[in-house]
C-alpha cells in the first residue's frame, strides 16, 4: 500500500512538473474594469513571460485578450485589442520581438465571469 501511495504522488509530481514553466503553459493577466493598463501584477506576469520567451527564442508568443460582454459589443471589442496591444507592447519592450507576437481576440463574453473576462491569455507555444 505505501509503495503504491509513492508511485502515485510520484505520477502527480511529474505531471505538474511537465506542466509547469515551459512552452504550451498559459499564463493570464487581468485587468480592472474598463481599462486596458498593466498594474504591477500583471507586470511581473509579462516580465515571467518574456524570460521564458527569451529562454526558447524559437517559439510564438500567442496573446490573446478578452472583455466582458456589457453594453456596446463594439466598445468592448475594442476594449480586447487594447489590452492584447498592451501586453504585446510590454513583452517587446522586456525582449520580445515582435515578429514572434501573435495577437489575437474573443468576442465579448461573460462565459468566465465579471473579473475572468477582464483578461489576457498569453501562451508560449510548443513547437
Known amino acids: 500500500m505505501r509503495r503504491l ?3 502515485a504522488t510520484l505520477c502527480l509530481l511529474s505531471a ?5 514553466t515551459g512552452p504550451g503553459r498559459q499564463y493570464v493577466v487581468f485587468f480592472s474594469e474598463g481599462s486596458s ?3 504591477e501584477a500583471s507586470l511581473s506576469v509579462v516580465t515571467e513571460v518574456a524570460e521564458k520567451a527569451r529562454h526558447y527564442s524559437g517559439r510564438t508568443v500567442v496573446v490573446e485578450g478578452y472583455a466582458r ?4 459589443l463594439s466598445t468592448e471589442s475594442l476594449l480586447a485589442i487594447r489590452r492584447a496591444k498592451a501586453v504585446s507592447q510590454q513583452l517587446v519592450a522586456d525582449g520580445v520581438s515582435p515578429k514572434r507576437i501573435r495577437e489575437t481576440t474573443r468576442p465579448p463574453s461573460n462565459a468566465q465571469g465579471i473579473v475572468g473576462s477582464r483578461r489576457v491569455e498569453i501562451e508560449l507555444l510548443a513547437q
Not at 69 to 72: K, L, N, T
Open 37 to 39: 493598463v498593466l498594474d
Open 69 to 72: 460582454q456589457d453594453g456596446d
Open 5 to 7: 501511495v509513492s508511485v
Open 16 to 20: 505538474c512538473a511537465s506542466n509547469g
